[in-house]
């Protein structure tokens, strides 16, 4: 047995894939109501973006798990908080908040430079730990129970809360694609320190996402298309075989109507988010006819 033989050997013994699964095996993991997917539309910034998307939704016959606003908690009022809380309860989907903005409206230059861009938007200073904390304590309040979470040390010191009932106990916690993890043992590390949700980078490859499946139980939320400022690459004829092996799956959808991560989607936008998940929804139908998807109002 060579070194790199060796290597993936000890892998394995401590729970994890030995190399990427080229082999592409059928994940026979799901939610607890027995699905294999779910849709979740990000981008959705405000509660009347918010509703115009739901009732598109509604009349493709279609329906979401998952809301997703990115521009941060701090950039809404309480009202509009409450008002997305309502549209979610009415709906039957989970809202989830950005914790933020953080990184990028920093004092620090240094992530709008070139290497700087790196740190994504992670966390400068126990300071912004606080402010990020007092962002889900004031949207929990106000009844919201799902947050993104850019910063690994931020996703530990909320699960810690949340184990203490310092936060409420059914919040969730998804992990950004912006923390820029697309491996099975970071996905390992952030289910330990209490990710709900993880968002690999999002040209994950399949033999990737797949091996990923391997070392976690948790939901993998995958991008089935990207905004321009991210790729901008449009992944439809794959969802079968991501849905197939990385179960269960939140499918991404609606990204490339907008060119960037916090787009200010208007209300047409959305509408033209819902039509890309109906035609996620297609190919799923044609190739895949009996992948299970989640029923409505099946929450976290």
Request: proline share 5%; net charge negative.
């Amino acid at each position: 047995m060579n070194s790199m033989e060796k290597t993936r050997e000890f892998l394995k013994s401590i729970g994890l894939p030995g190399g990427d699964a080229y082999d592409l095996p059928t994940s026979e993991k799901r939610f607890k109501d027995g699905g294999q997917y779910r849709f979740e539309v990000p981008g959705i910034q405000g509660p009347k973006v918010m509703q115009a998307l739901l009732e598109a939704m509604d009349g493709y016959g279609l329906y979401l798990h998952r809301v997703t606003q990115t521009q941060g908690i701090m950039r809404l009022t309480d009202q509009e908080i409450a008002k997305m809380v309502e549209l979610a309860h009415k709906w039957e989907t989970d809202l989830i908040l950005a914790i933020g903005p953080r990184a990028t409206t920093d004092t620090s230059a240094s992530v709008h430079t070139e290497e700087g861009v790196r740190m994504g938007y992670r966390l400068r200073g126990q300071e912004q730990v606080v402010r990020a904390i007092e962002d889900v304590k004031r949207a929990a309040r106000l009844g919201c129970r799902g947050f993104l979470v850019y910063d690994e040390g931020c996703l530990w010191a909320l699960n810690e809360m949340r184990k203490a009932g310092e936060i409420p106990e059914d919040c969730h916690f998804k992990v950004s694609a912006h923390a820029g993890h697309g491996n099975p043992c970071s996905a390992k590390v952030l289910e330990s320190i209490g990710a709900d949700s993880i968002n690999p980078v999002r040209d994950i490859q399949l033999q990737m996402l797949a091996a990923m499946r391997q070392a976690v139980d948790c939901p993998i939320d995958i991008h089935t298309e990207n905004p321009k400022s991210t790729g901008g690459f449009i992944r439809h004829y794959e969802v079968p075989e991501m849905i197939r092996i990385a179960a269960p799956i939140y499918l991404k959808t609606g990204g490339s109507v907008a060119a960037t991560h916090s787009w200010d989607s208007t209300e047409d936008d959305a509408r033209k988010r819902a039509k890309q998940c109906s035609l996620v929804k297609r190919m799923i139908d044609e190739y895949y006819p009996e992948a299970v998807w989640s029923p409505k109002g099946s929450l976290v």
